[in-house]
């Protein structure tokens, strides 16, 4: 499984690119608004940073608006990836940039079914949305596995992106059910290098260096 980090904030897409793992970025208009910059700037930015797919969401609701609006994004740069949300307009959407070889990550999916269509519509990636389905008490891990299965007993080459992750159990368990991709917060990834074990033993063997005879 790859990371991508969920964000539009470029200070801590620098830092997690310096970690030498991230293969991504992922972002939603609630992300790029809490920045307060031009989003195409923000995009210039983020692109000329991370070589991997730069996910940019449309914000038109017809497939008409989100095909113009997806042009223009896939203009910016060639690793840009158009983000539609998963409506029939969206697919339509999808269509017509699968057409175009223009990349796209079906956003907001929420069942096997929805992942299926964005799939034979000609999606590159699906986004599985985990937290939101736990925070109304359903298994998000559970959508992971079932789409996993499906897309390989169906070989389809569409890759599974872990989405609204909250926490460190999601990602073990996001690569152990098949998902390609986790996309995660920068407090997350944080979260994930960390263990107090590690700090312990660092501890451990400078004070053992430090007090030598
Ligand atoms: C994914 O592409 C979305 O941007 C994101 O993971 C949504 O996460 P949230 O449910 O924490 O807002």
């Known amino acids: ?3 991508f980090i969920d964000t539009a904030n470029i200070e801590d897409i620098r830092e997690a690119n310096a970690l030498g793992i991230l293969a991504g970025v992922t972002t939603n208009p609630s992300l790029v608004a809490k920045e ?3 989003f195409h700037d923000r995009l210039r930015e983020i692109t000329a940073e991370v070589a991997g797919s730069v996910s940019a969401e449309v914000i038109s609701e017809d497939a ?14 060639p690793n840009i990836t158009v983000k539609v949300p998963m409506t029939m307009e969206g697919l339509k959407a999808v269509k017509a940039f699968s057409d175009l070889n223009i990349k796209t990550n079906v956003t907001l999916v929420f069942s096997a079914n929805q992942a299926l269509m964005a799939a034979r519509a000609g999606a590159s990636y699906v986004s599985p949305f985990l937290g939101r389905l736990d925070d109304i008490g359903q298994n998000g891990m559970e959508l992971v596995a079932q789409i996993s299965e499906i897309f390989d007993r169906h070989a389809i080459d569409t890759e599974i992106i872990a989405a609204s992750v909250r926490h460190p159990v999601h990602i073990t368990e996001a690569a152990l059910h098949g998902a390609h991709i986790a996309t995660v917060p920068f407090k997350v990834l944080n979260q994930i290098v960390k263990h107090p074990l590690t700090d312990q033993g660092i501890e451990k063997f400078l004070n053992d260096w430090n007090n030598q005879k």
């Open 1 to 3: 499984m790859k990371f």
């Open 36 to 38: 307060g910059v031009s």
């Open 64 to 77: 008409e608006g989100m095909i113009g609006e997806g042009k223009e994004l896939a203009a910016i740069a």
